[in-house]
């Protein structure tokens, strides 16, 4: 089974880059895929390339993907509350990680664990504390931390914010969004929410069923979507100005198997607006207007997928 | 104001709390004090016959009586020490390492490397343990470096099991994850990430092990299989008290005390490491 096909993205130096998409859409895939982690067996890459500052990725070897690996692209995973190990200090964890791709040594990496610790927000006097005696909101800065350690030029968050409540998320993503300016990193963002892609990012990709369905500018695509599922995830965000005890619209169906993907667009079982050829074959992704590309035989006419 | 934040420091501060632990680490402390300065400490040489004063009881000049032969109690209890500690400690670090090694080997790779690994060590589990240390050392011939062999691969699928549970509970968490995207190299993730995580654990069955060791040490020289007269040790001293159990009782009571205080010492303690090395556990 692919679960993720035809996948074709380009995130320039700086620029932040929103992939959304329901659970199962591949977003995390595609993320690892690139960072070359995907368990294999069972998983594999089957083809395709992954260009890096002018570098295949699928071409190297083992010893300069690890070089590349957290010095060049690094990940903030989603659970903050697994993803440090327990048994070291928090600031022995940003160490190892100076340590593995530069050649600072000793107090000259500890004095940049403290520095990566205090633009996240943590106090000199908790970097020797252990990942357990930390809130899962300080975890995940620490995470951010580690990420940002070696100064990468790819940064990809994978839902940083969906184990943490909510007003930690808004501190979060604030966070990510000041050191990715300061570190001028570029920024992949995996995540759910369509709110926090629109504050951050410069571009979306919507992802459904291992393909990216629409991308585009943040400007565009949130002023009129093309694909029609991308109008149905945007109907699906409750609104202040919704009529009180109206429903929220939903997407009826649900995404498609995987090793069992319909003929044709993968979407058209659930589409509204799907037409005889759309259960015939796939679009593919055609650029509607300069630089809105979209995945879709009948895109919505401008103005009729308008969202306020 | 300087903290001392180890987790070494958290371990002892938790394992004071547990005083069983603490009162077995003092009998252990004792017991390793015997084993190491025997000579100074027997009042009598382990082997000295004395056909004058073959089983007397318990008197001021042999505080713990005497034997058959009229050796005395007390010192050849003290000498037994060192067997017993040596046996235990040397057995327990043969099963440590053999069953640590093919445990993170299973765990780590999976697969069908796992699956073989594993059914023999199910095979073997499925042998009797006492029996199988029975026919290890008659097949080795008695003899403390034999004992301890025999002891030590009865007990590797225990650890081997334990240790690839483990590895397999680590390796699936997502810091492993994290540490791949950092750039870790395979071996630095088993070396430096999986195994300390897997030590807690370890330590602890280690600890319990030794008491398992002793306990089979004692059982095969109890049935003449370890170590071999006049060298004293415990299983073997009670073994030859047992025809004079009903006029001598003291004979065997006093190395079934020695067996017994030891083994529970060490289950106290480990016990209290169990307790005091989970680092989840707040203060």
Redesign the interface.
């Known amino acids: 089974m692919h679960a993720v096909n035809h996948l074709n993205l380009t995130l320039h130096r700086g620029k932040a880059l929103g992939f959304v998409g329901e659970t199962g859409a591949g977003k995390t895939t595609t993320a690892l895929a690139i960072?070359q982690?995907i368990q294999t067996p069972p998983g594999k890459i089957t083809g395709g390339s992954i260009m890096f500052e002018g570098h295949d990725i699928m071409k190297m070897t083992e010893a300069e993907k690890?070089?590349?690996?957290?010095?060049r692209i690094?990940?903030i995973?989603?659970?903050p509350m697994?993803?440090?190990?327990?048994?070291k200090?928090v600031e022995d964890q940003i160490v190892?990680?100076i340590g593995?791709?530069s050649a600072m040594k000793g107090e000259e990496a500890r004095k940049r664990a403290l520095e990566m610790l205090a633009l996240v927000g943590i106090r000199p006097e908790r970097s020797?504390?252990?990942p357990?005696q930390f809130s899962g909101g300080m975890r995940q800065r620490v995470?951010i931390a580690?990420a940002l350690a070696c100064e990468p030029s790819l940064l990809i968050a994978d839902e940083p914010t969906t184990a943490l409540d909510v007003t930690i998320q808004a501190q979060v993503m604030e966070l990510i969004k000041k050191l990715q300016s300061v570190v001028n990193t570029s920024f992949l963002l995996i995540t759910h929410d369509l709110g926090i892609v629109a504050e951050i990012c410069d571009d979306v990709a919507i992802m459904y069923a291992g393909r990216i369905v629409e991308y585009s500018n943040i400007r565009q695509l949130y002023s009129h979507p093309l694909h029609p599922y991308t109008r149905g995830l945007f109907d699906a965000v409750p609104r202040l100005d919704t009529r009180l005890g109206g429903k929220l619209s939903v997407i009826p169906g649900l995404p498609p198997d995987p090793i069992d993907l319909p003929k044709g667009c993968a979407f058209s079982p659930r589409c509204p607006k799907a037409r005889p050829l759309c259960h015939e074959r796939e679009c593919g992704m055609r650029e509607y207007e300069p630089g809105h590309f979209v995945n879709c035989h009948f895109p919505l006419e401008l103005g009729e997928g308008g969202v306020q | 104001m300087s903290k001392n934040n180890s987790m070494l420091h958290y371990t002892l501060i938790r394992l004071r709390r547990n005083y069983l632990a603490i009162l077995g680490l003092f009998v252990l402390l004792a017991l390793i004090c015997c084993a190491v300065f025997a000579e100074q400490l027997a009042p009598y040489d382990y082997a000295k016959q004395d056909y004058m004063m073959i089983r007397k009881a318990p008197s001021a000049t042999h505080l713990l009586g005497t034997d058959e032969f009229g050796r005395d109690v007390l010192s050849r209890l003290i000498f037994g020490a060192k067997i017993s500690l040596q046996v235990g400690l040397l057995a327990v670090s043969i099963s440590l390492v053999l069953g640590a090694t093919i445990g993170a080997i299973a765990g780590y790779f999976g697969g069908k490397t796992d699956n073989i690994l594993m059914r023999l060590m199910d095979i073997q589990m499925a042998i009797p343990t006492i029996l199988l240390a029975i026919v290890i050392s008659s097949a080795l011939g008695p003899g403390l470096f034999n004992l301890m062999i025999a002891v030590g691969i009865t007990s590797v699928p225990r650890f081997a099991r334990l240790m690839r549970s483990s590895v397999l509970s680590i390796k699936g968490q997502e810091f492993i994850g994290a540490a791949r995207a950092m750039g870790a190299s395979h071996t630095r993730i088993i070396l430096l990430y999986i195994l300390p995580n897997c030590a807690a654990p370890l330590i602890v069955q280690s600890t319990l092990s030794v008491a398992n060791a002793i306990l089979y040490t004692a059982t095969l020289s109890f049935l003449g299989l370890g170590i071999q007269p006049p060298y004293p040790e415990w299983g073997g001293m009670l073994s030859a008290a047992r025809p004079y159990i009903r006029n001598s009782g003291y004979l065997s009571i006093f190395p079934g005390l020695a067996i017994m205080i030891t083994i529970v010492a060490l289950n106290c303690i480990g016990d209290g490491l169990r307790d005091a090395l989970d680092p989840k556990q707040k203060r």
Not at chain 1, 82 to 87: E, M
């Open positions: 960072l982690l690890r070089q590349i690996r957290g010095d690094s990940m995973f989603q659970d697994t993803s440090l190990n327990p048994l200090t190892e990680m593995l791709h020797k504390d252990y357990h995470g580690i």
